[in-house]
């Protein structure tokens, strides 16, 4: 069995546009309709839901691949490179640093040439220690692939029952490949930049030039070409956030399109439908957004402590659960009668309600709506 890579044909992708057409346009029509209400909606509504979607970016690019990071974190390093108040951070943490630097890298500055120092540092930035691990293996940081480190190969299952599901150009290859790619994704523009972005994502990650971090820096190419479609470096919906809700569609439709011929129609047609539930999926994010922005623009009519507004940070920001007088007390690290008495004085203001129970169980809630 031959791989795309293998094939004589390699690099030079077709597809049916016939076929392609009617998702392409489906989708750009949705980009412009979001694009559109964001764009009414003002700037700190815009900063908010921007942020809210790349911290889903950036949490979700890295569960893809079956790590996983503290959200509450992210969103700390985000807003702070971003200038953004959120009323408090997190501790700084190298590695989501790393990570988050990336990102804003291939979305902020998604005008500029994509460079192989560019994605060498994206790599460094991902082991920001300088060391890295594939399992128990130490790989490169901040370099190709060496032809010492043998065969890349994506396997599962257990040792010695393991299927291979795609195997990587040989590191031999690696300069020729990626120079040729980074040539075709710097060139002036001819494709649509949504068409391009599919392109890139599969093209990437098939060359596979990293010893490990290659799907999160192809989604990040992948963010980067979608900036490019919107023209702005502002990101208001996540397509790696959807890709890790089909996460096994996703690896299916890739290994079918990588054991496959150079037509990629099929990997295009998923591509641009999971793009299209994905822009489906920020109606939820915007919505979140505005209930926030209604509930401090009602709450800031009324003397509110610090605490206070930490704690109503914190039930805006994805608080799980109910808030009780105990969870109240924790968060805002004060007695639980001091609790009690901030609790009633937002009932009061109409900022929150009761929800159920009485006494110590008593559960509360956003009253605004």
């Keep these: 069995m031959a791989y795309i890579h293998e094939r004589p044909e390699w690099p030079h992708f077709t597809w049916n546009i016939e076929s392609l057409a009617g998702l392409l346009a489906t989708v750009r029509h949705k980009q412009g309709l979001l694009l559109g209400r964001m764009g009414a909606l003002g700037f700190t ?29 992210v969103r700390s390093s985000l807003a702070r490179r971003l200038g ?57 940081v901040g370099g190709w692939r060496a032809p010492e480190a043998g065969a890349m190969q994506v396997v599962s299952g257990y040792v010695g029952h393991e299927k291979i599901h795609f195997e990587a150009p040989s590191a031999e290859r690696l300069n020729q490949e990626m120079a040729a790619f980074l040539e075709w994704f710097n060139a002036p523009l001819e494709l649509d930049p949504v068409l391009e972005a599919g392109i890139a994502h599969l093209w990437f990650v098939t060359i596979h030039p990293f010893e490990d971090g290659n799907g999160r820096i192809a989604r990040a190419i992948a963010d980067c070409a979608l900036a490019r479609a919107d023209n702005s470096p502002i990101r208001f919906y996540s397509m790696s956030g959807r890709i890790e809700q089909e996460r096994k569609a996703y690896y299916e439709i890739l290994e079918r399109t990588q054991k496959g011929g150079l037509d990629i129609t099929a990997w295009l047609e998923w591509f641009f439908t999971c793009l299209g539930r994905a822009i489906n999926g920020a109606e939820e994010t915007l919505a979140a957004v505005l209930l926030k922005a209604r509930v401090w623009h009602y709450a800031n009519q009324f003397p509110m402590n610090e ?15 109910k808030l009780t007088s105990s969870k109240y007390a924790k968060l805002a690290k004060v007695s639980q009668d001091t609790a009690i008495r901030d609790i009633k004085e937002l009932v009061d203001h109409g900022i929150l309600k009761q929800s159920q129970g009485g006494g110590r169980s008593t559960a509360y809630e956003i009253a605004v709506t």
């Design 45 to 73: 509504v815009q900063a908010e839901a921007g942020l809210e979607t790349l911290t889903e970016d950036v949490v979700k690019s890295s569960a893809i691949e079956g790590e996983r990071l503290d959200s509450t974190v």
């Design 307 to 321: 605490r206070q507004r930490h704690v109503l940070s914190r039930l805006l920001d994805n608080f799980s659960g």
């Design 84 to 140: 953004i108040d959120i009323g408090g951070t997190s501790p700084v943490d190298r590695h989501v640093e790393g990570i988050v630097e990336m990102m804003l890298d291939a979305t902020q500055r998604y005008a500029e040439m994509l460079t192989k120092e560019r994605l060498l540092g994206w790599h460094a930035a991902l082991f920001p220690s300088g060391l890295g691990f594939s399992g128990r293996r130490k790989i490169i």
